[in-house]
């Protein structure tokens, strides 16, 4: 190991988002900041964000229905959204180049939709004389009093710091090289940390009609879920379906309440197809078709009352119902049992996937021993913490980005 021993103003671990944005912001106050990076470039994660395209904010203008999307979190957050909130985010990046575009559900995005571009931005405010960056840089050990943080040994020697800021970002996306060491370092500097569980993650389920229809997705569902056959709540919006089971906007947002759910016992869920149509509304447009088409085959006609793309894999939970006659043949009870299927499509939840699948995974270090102000920790003095690493509940659609520019612009300009 390199026993030389460089001294900084501020120290900032990790090279994601909130690390990027607080180094920036610490470099403007004309401090010396070193960033350790141990991944080969910086910005792993947040170049697959979004799915490559990088959802940088929300859009939504009302402070309080923003902060309601953090849950409990909320109440901690006013003070630091104050000094830093998503006009602030859309400001910073259009002064450098990059102007933002509001899609669906208001979530924006460069208007490149490239992740690389905002990577490129935040890389470009590091550039100045007062950043040094390390990459491929491990950090092996914090050394702290129990009051302060005294300096850190990495795999390529020892450094000392005025200031040291925690950006290493929570377990989700381990391809990208995700580990729980910030989390351990919390607990060794004597943190409570909420342990992580992976909280925007696609669902498991074990029906065969579900795998079928990999790829599809449809735009407007409301599904419900039930423990042990009692509802447990209802959300609508988009569904993907996948070889694995749910994904989409729409399960993402639902997958901690899931997995609350899961922990108590059998999970189930209905997919309701058509949820601004009652039962006796649905009935009347099938009637409709059908009374247009009776010498018609029914697995002809099947298509043209089901969500597009779904007819085969609906036919699959309907073995009592004979597709090859005519639509003139079906009952008026095979016609209730289609109706009531459309409007209650069975799901069994077995698991929800892995860190490997997460968006984000939950966790981190206890509000209460934060000053939520200036993110400095309550127990070290000299530890600022930023981002994934606060244990915040950070639902998609822009708001766990918007968190680590957030939190990173705060532990910059104080640290």
Not at 173 to 187: I, L, N, S, V, W
């Amino acid at each position: 190991m390199d026993n030389s021993q460089e001294q900084f103003d501020v120290i900032v671990i990790g090279g994601g988002a909130s690390g990027m944005m607080a180094a920036a912001v610490a470099s403007k106050e004309k401090k010396t900041v070193l960033v350790i990076e141990k991944n080969y470039m910086l910005g792993a994660k947040l170049r697959i964000t979004g799915g490559g395209r990088c959802n940088i904010t929300n859009d939504e203008d009302d402070i309080r229905v923003f902060m309601k999307y953090y849950g409990k979190a909320e109440p901690f957050l006013y003070s630091a959204f104050s000094e830093f909130d998503k006009n602030d985010t859309f400001k910073y990046f259009e002064e450098r180049g990059l102007p933002l575009v509001v899609q669906a559900r208001k979530r924006a995005f460069p208007h490149t939709e490239r992740a690389e571009d905002v990577c490129q931005v935040m890389e470009k405010d590091l550039n100045n004389a007062y950043v040094k960056i390390k990459l491929n840089t491990r950090v092996e050990k914090i050394l702290h009093d129990g009051k302060k943080i005294t300096g850190i040994l990495t795999n390529k020697g020892s450094f000392t710091a005025g200031s040291y800021i925690l950006a290493t970002g929570g377990l989700s996306h381990p391809e990208t090289g995700a580990t729980r060491d910030g989390f351990d370092f919390m607990k060794d500097l004597g943190h409570t940390v909420k342990e992580p569980t992976p909280s925007i993650v696609p669902l498991e389920v074990a029906d065969r009609w579900v795998h079928t229809l990999a790829g599809v997705s449809l735009s407007f569902m409301k599904i419900t879920f039930f423990l042990e056959e009692k509802k447990a709540f209802s959300k609508t919006g988009k569904v993907l379906f996948t070889h694995f089971g749910l994904s989409g906007p729409l399960i993402l947002n639902s997958a901690s309440k899931v997995s609350d759910l899961l922990q108590n016992g059998k999970v189930t869920a209905n997919i309701d197809a058509y949820p601004d149509t009652n039962h006796g509304a649905l009935e009347t447009q099938i009637i409709k078709v059908f009374d247009a088409n009776k010498n018609k085959i029914l697995r002809t006609v099947f298509k043209e009352i089901v969500p597009e793309g779904t007819a085969k894999a609906i036919e699959m939970i309907l073995p009592e119902i004979d597709f090859e006659t005519k639509v003139h043949s079906v009952t008026k009870e095979q016609r209730k049992i289609i109706v009531h299927l459309l409007k209650k499509l069975p799901v069994h939840i077995t698991n929800l996937m892995g860190y490997d699948r997460a968006v984000v995974a939950d966790g981190g270090v206890e509000l209460t021993e934060m000053d939520m102000k200036t993110m400095r920790s309550k127990i070290i003095n000299n530890l600022f913490i930023t981002g994934d690493l606060l244990n915040i509940n950070r639902p998609s659609g822009g708001y766990g980005l918007q968190l680590c520019w957030t939190t990173g612009y705060i532990a910059g300009k104080n640290a």
